[in-house]
């Protein structure tokens, strides 16, 4: 039987209850209300204030008015995190004004939702003024102009200034700080991040080397070019980066990735040209690997002889050459998650099992019943399993499955396609799998809408802690 439902926790309940409190009393603009709620949490600790703060800032059904009152009320100098959410155009400077004046305690900000273009002056003074700064996210919104503010928040370790922003190469190149761990820049699938175009490789190799403690790069998908960049001029360099994506990696990249990142813990290649995933088997602390249009031999190579140290692999869009999964079960003895998307699948040795794996998803793979047996049975540890094509699965093949295996961990099992399963197969896994939270896609199934309301039914009379997929049945 599915676990059932644990008592809710009274810290979220008394948030829930004094936010409606709070909300109720600021729904009006009223200074002495407002004044009376100041006065009560006057010696609050920040915790308490964080999550009062973070409930009804991302409530969507509160009116922008509110919301701010209740920013300007509740954000005192001990607060440490805050995330604005989204507010229309009138009111970002009045929500940097009120950070200015009683958000200098944040540690970590997030601005994302307010679109502050042509507020640089505000936005500069704001960072100055949070000196104990560690996070920083500003997408869609940073220029040259943050850049200086920026470098000067010594404890800052994570900054985003992802998406569409206005940097001069000049700017960006000359742009230094020790502390800052993790740089998230650019747009998804873009070359480009700054002015002229022509320089974004050159810019983020200034960047990495102006940036010595940096782990990580995330957002920009072309870091490949940059060390090319930096291994022609400076072959001893060595960088602190433990993850990485690039597209279309050279030969020329694959080499300075080897010799400049020996540090790398988790790697994303995206067409990787020939022999670059064979050049990779030197990187020794590589526990996530994500291939996307990649050589099945070139995996099947590097995975015979570091396989043993991945713990997460993903792979996308190979096509031409089926995957074996079992090869994978017997070369990667240690996966725990598994992403398969867009590939073909085979099973040449089916008594070969997946002993820590814990998390799979196949999504568009033409997998056959007898993929899905496999897993199903040679994964014993299983928690996730999600898939996205069609199947033929009946509920005696289902039963016959239970029989076998007892799925003691299963927590997620979503079948997005499974048009022979009826309400026996919800009855059955429900009965059978005693950790069983998550089920679904229903609307995929044999399964009407009143069979979900009565299965529903069950499920809240019985307390039970399992939610039926698609929320809403259409």
């Not at 761990?181 to 810019?203: A, M, N, Q």
């Not at 190799?205 to 291994?231: H, K, Q």
Request: net charge negative.
């Amino acid at each position: 039987m599915s676990p059932k439902k644990i008592v809710n926790q009274l810290q979220s309940i008394c948030t829930h209850r004094v936010s409606n409190i709070i909300v109720h009393a600021l729904s009006e603009e009223n200074c002495e209300r407002n004044k009376n709620v100041e006065k009560y949490f006057s010696n609050s600790t920040f915790l308490v204030l964080q999550d009062l703060l973070k409930y009804i800032l991302n409530s969507e059904n509160l009116d922008a008015a509110t919301r701010f009152n209740c920013l300007k009320v509740l954000l005192k100098h001990n607060v440490q995190v805050l995330e604005t959410g989204i507010f229309p155009y009138s009111y970002y400077v009045k929500i940097l004004r009120v950070i200015i004046k009683s958000g200098t305690g944040l540690q970590q900000l997030n601005l994302k939702g307010l679109w502050v273009h042509d507020q640089p002056e505000l936005l500069e003074e704001v960072i100055r003024r949070l000196k104990n700064l560690k996070v920083l996210i500003i997408p869609h919104i940073a220029a040259d102009f943050i850049l200086k503010p920026i470098a000067e928040c010594s404890q800052l370790s994570v900054l985003d200034i992802s998406g569409e922003c206005y940097f001069s190469a000049n700017e960006l190149s000359s742009f230094k700080s020790s502390s800052i761990k993790v740089l998230i820049i650019g747009s998804y699938g873009k070359k480009f991040f700054c002015e002229p175009e022509e320089k974004s490789f050159e810019v983020l190799a200034s960047i990495i080397e102006n940036l010595p403690n940096l782990t990580a790069i995330r957002t920009y998908s072309f870091v490949g070019c940059s060390l090319c960049n930096i291994y022609e001029r400076n072959p001893s360099f060595k960088s602190k980066l433990v993850y990485l994506h690039d597209t279309q990696t050279t030969i020329d990249a694959g080499v300075a990735l080897v010799a400049m990142c020996s540090l790398l813990e988790s790697l994303y290649l995206d067409f990787p040209k020939e022999t670059v995933l064979i050049s990779i088997k030197q990187l020794k602390y590589i526990i996530s690997l994500k291939l996307s249009r990649f050589e099945y031999d070139e995996l099947v190579d590097y995975l015979q002889e570091a396989g043993d140290q991945l713990r997460t692999l993903q792979l996308y869009n190979m096509r031409h050459v089926p995957v074996d999964l079992s090869y994978i079960s017997l070369t990667c003895p240690n996966i725990v998650h598994l992403d398969l998307y867009r590939l073909s699948l085979t099973v040449s040795q089916p008594d070969s099992y997946f002993m820590c794996l814990q998390s799979i998803d196949v999504l568009y793979c033409n997998v056959e019943d007898v993929i899905v047996r496999y897993i199903l049975t040679n994964c014993p540890f299983l928690k996730r399993f999600i898939v996205g094509d069609i199947l033929r699965i009946t509920d005696g093949d289902l039963f016959r499955l239970c029989a076998e295996c007892e799925f003691l961990y299963l927590e997620e099992l979503w079948l997005s396609c499974a048009k022979y399963l009826t309400t026996t197969s919800v009855q059955l896994l429900m009965g059978h799998c005693p950790n069983l939270k998550s089920l679904g896609q229903l609307t995929g199934w044999d399964v009407s809408p009143a069979d979900i309301d009565y299965l529903r039914t069950v499920i809240t009379s019985s307390n039970n802690d399992l939610v039926l997929l698609p929320t809403t049945y259409p």
